[in-house]
């Protein structure tokens, strides 16, 4: 919403500035300034559109959600690889990479790498993956949570790769 108060504020100030070039009779170097201030408001835009700029504006409700589909990105790498290596689940994420994940996401509410964390039991295959931290206290989320888990209702031996 900034953003279109910005290009709003920008465009003003420029067709007034406009107004009063031409009327002074250089039209031509108003045009190729209109031109080049508008490329970069659609740049600022763009950016800021993307989450690149501005981005510790997110709100809890949004960095809750995207956390949620990190976790489920991760099981599904998660489970690729468990098809791959016959049932045998990787000792740590980073075994992930850059096969299954091309980098390991990383929680928008507190934005440091290693945001999840992963534990596995050996002798029943289970896994669960979750948000390390406080980071969704804003939310009423306890510490630890969001979760993804797997629970086989089988043990298998032989889960952990060597």
Do not use: W
Request: glycine share 10%.
């Amino acid at each position: 919403m900034s953003c279109i108060i910005f290009s709003s504020c920008i465009v003003g100030a420029l067709f007034i500035a406009g107004v009063m070039l031409i009327i002074l009779g250089r039209a031509r170097v108003v045009m190729r300034a209109a031109g080049i201030i508008l490329v970069i408001i659609s740049i600022i835009g763009g950016l800021y559109a993307g989450g690149f700029i501005f981005s510790g504006n997110r709100s809890p409700e949004a960095a809750l959600k995207k956390c949620d589909e990190n976790l489920v990105m991760i099981r599904t790498a998660i489970l690729k690889y468990l098809d791959d290596h016959n049932g045998k689940l990787p000792k740590e994420l980073e075994t992930l990479l850059p096969a299954y994940m091309k980098a390991l996401p990383v929680c928008p509410a507190s934005g440091f790498p290693d945001s999840y964390g992963y534990e596995t039991n050996d002798m029943t295959g289970n896994f669960t993956i979750f948000c390390q931290g406080d980071t969704h206290v804003e939310m009423n989320v306890p510490s630890g949570l969001p979760r993804i888990s797997r629970l086989l209702s089988k043990p298998q031996n032989n889960i952990v790769d060597d």
